[in-house]
């Protein structure tokens, strides 16, 4: 299993739409990125910051498997016009430099 951690920035002024959004994500979303190996996905916002923490089986073949799904493209539209450029989750995430286990 892969955990990873990703960013993103939200546009000013999107906090409380983007966390009422994400109260709920439609159950369709989330069926698929469980059949596709999501364990876990925590999203921490510090003012327009976001921190993704993500627990996947393969985090590239859920990128694959999600690309064309409808939920998921769905999801990202509505998602995306609250963000401040693109979501950073092409990018094998962020680099682990300390852990306490």
Request: contains cysteine.
């Amino acid at each position: 299993m892969q955990r990873l951690a990703l960013r993103s920035r939200l546009r000013a002024g999107c906090e409380e739409i983007y966390d009422r959004e994400h109260a709920t994500i439609p159950a369709e979303l989330e069926r698929a990125m469980r059949e596709n190996g999501v364990h876990s996905w925590r999203i921490w916002r510090d003012g327009l910051d976001l921190f993704h923490v993500v627990e996947v089986d393969d985090y590239a073949a859920l990128q694959a498997a999600m690309k064309d799904h409808p939920a998921d493209q769905a999801w990202q539209a509505r998602m995306n016009r609250l963000l401040d450029g693109d979501f950073d989750k092409d990018s094998g995430g962020l680099t682990l430099v300390w852990e306490m286990a």
